[in-house]
């Protein structure tokens, strides 16, 4: 598969927990970066490397792997982040990159 | 400031060429790779190309591989789109990015406002 697949939509209410999932194959020997697109916006890095959160990204943002799923968690969900995420990684090639299918965050 | 900034969109007709340009600013431009990604209208974002921080090495989808190039001059701190048999389909915002491209990883974190393409008769 050359895909990565996300859930499109989720909810979560202010200052609760959002988990959201990245599935491919090619998790599984490539790391997984995360991007934070508000609307109109250009996207943010707000995890590299599976795990590492970029200099002025909150704390409450973290990443994890396992297999052949990459997650990203915001923990205590602001209101700032009700934004589209969207995972990314090197295909099986290794020869190109894909981006995730995207999941909508929406904070209650 | 930390800043790229993109330039070259507008409208083409379906089958013509255009070229994109990157200017960076603010950081150690060849020290990084560079990344062009586009989003369609209403769409995801789509990772489009990519090349090495010093330019040696390129990287392209299967939905753009032909038909666009991607280069860099070091010495202007300019990243470069040639786009050529443009498709509706091409019609997009297009990003550049900068970033890092590791064996096991790669992440981009510095990131354009974008530039409009848009491909019609």
């Known amino acids: 598969s050359s895909e990565l697949t996300q859930d499109p939509a989720v909810s979560v209410a202010l200052g609760q927990t959002v988990r959201i999932t990245c599935q491919g194959d090619?998790?599984?020997?490539?790391?997984a970066s995360w991007y934070q697109q508000r609307p109109g916006q250009a996207p943010v890095l707000v995890i590299y490397?599976?795990?590492n959160r970029p200099s002025g990204i909150p704390d409450r943002f973290s990443g994890s792997s396992s297999g052949n799923t990459a997650s990203l968690t915001i923990t205590g969900a602001q209101a700032e982040d009700e934004a589209d995420y969207y995972c990314?990684?090197?295909?099986?090639?290794?020869?190109?990159?894909?981006f995730g299918t995207g999941t909508k965050v929406t904070v209650l | 400031e930390v800043q790229l900034m993109e330039s070259g969109g507008g409208l083409i007709q379906p089958g013509g060429s255009l070229r994109l340009s990157c200017a960076a600013s603010g950081f150690s431009f060849s020290n990084f790779a560079m990344n062009w990604v586009r989003q369609a209208p209403g769409k995801g974002l789509e990772w489009v190309s990519a090349i090495s921080a010093s330019g040696a090495t390129t990287y392209s989808a299967d939905s753009v591989k032909g038909r666009f190039t991607i280069s860099r001059d070091n010495s202007q701190n300019t990243l470069y789109l040639q786009m050529s048999s443009l498709r509706a389909e091409d019609t997009a915002v297009y990003y550049c990015?900068?970033?890092?491209?590791?064996?096991?990883?790669?992440?981009?974190?510095?990131w354009g406002k974008g530039t409009t393409v848009t491909v019609s008769s």
């Open positions: 990314n990684s090197r295909d099986t090639s290794g020869n190109q990159f894909v």
């Open positions: 090619f998790l599984r020997n490539y790391y």
């Open positions: 990015a900068g970033g890092v491209i590791g064996y096991y990883y790669s992440y981009m974190d510095v």
């Open positions: 490397n599976k795990d």
